[in-house]
């Protein structure tokens, strides 16, 4: 079955610098990557994702990168605000109807003002 | 997305007794996922539901657990004899009956506390 790895377990930044998350999968059937954002008591939100049919993909100051040749996939930050501190999560599956998300284990991004 | 129900919240049960978790997925969502999180870790996987139909189990506990999705109401998570390991937060998903992308929406969780 699918296993994602996900690197670092905790990152801080300063207000302003650019963070990034990095991921790995194993199964080369996935085809979706999906990062979530959870805030500390709350719902992961989805917060951007790509499929693999694209390399890269951007919105405003978050963009993901998706490399299927070598499995891995990365969260990418830019002028990190405080209010980007919480848990990021990445997953990876099959997409469409065919089953569940597989997610790593996490990343604590803490931003210093 | 905020449309995902879950209830109750919070849920406190004794070891042995019952829980049931409730998920009301977004209206024409008709694919339900469930999730388990331990405190400081990531999301497992257990359960995918369409409507009357259990379609991957492949990461829920054989004994104790059970799970749901009528053709009218919630999907239920259902948990008999609950031991403290059982203790953590329960998410639901969902996506629409035609997604084809695999895009998934997250409830606000139940947070069982076992006793």
């Known amino acids: 079955g699918e296993n994602v790895e996900q690197h670092p377990s905790t990152l801080s930044v300063q207000e302003g610098d650019s963070a990034v998350i990095k991921c790995t999968y194993s199964?080369?059937?996935?085809?979706?990557f999906p990062w979530y954002k959870q805030e500390l008591g709350k719902r992961p939100q989805l917060i951007i994702d790509?499929?693999?049919?694209?390399g890269e993909k951007k919105d405003q100051r978050i963009a993901v990168t998706l490399n299927k040749t070598a499995k891995h996939f990365s969260l990418h930050i830019t002028e990190t605000q405080p209010e980007d501190s919480a848990v990021y999560f990445c997953?990876?599956?099959?997409?469409?109807?065919?089953?569940?998300?597989?997610f790593g284990k996490g990343t604590k991004l803490s931003v210093k003002p | 997305n905020a449309g995902v129900m879950q209830n109750p919240r919070h849920l406190v049960r004794r070891r042995g007794q019952e829980a049931r978790l409730r998920c009301s997925p977004v209206?024409?969502?008709?694919?339900v996922y469930w999730y388990r999180q331990l405190p400081e870790e990531g999301l497992k996987f257990m359960v995918y539901?369409?409507?009357?139909?259990?379609?991957?189990e492949s990461g829920m506990p054989k004994e104790r657990f059970s799970a749901e999705f009528p053709k009218e109401g919630p999907s239920i998570l259902r948990i008999q004899q609950v031991v403290r390991g059982d203790s953590a937060a329960y998410f639901c998903?969902?996506?629409?009956?035609?997604?084809?992308?695999?895009?998934?929406?997250f409830g606000p969780g139940t947070r069982l506390t076992v006793t």
């Open positions: 997953a990876a599956g099959p997409g469409g109807s065919q089953g569940n998300l597989i």
């Open positions: 998903a969902s996506s629409p009956r035609d997604f084809t992308q695999g895009e998934q929406y």
């Open positions: 539901l369409q409507k009357e139909n259990i379609i991957d």
């Open positions: 790509i499929r693999s049919n694209v």
């Open positions: 199964d080369s059937a996935s085809n979706y």
């Open positions: 209206k024409g969502h008709s694919h």
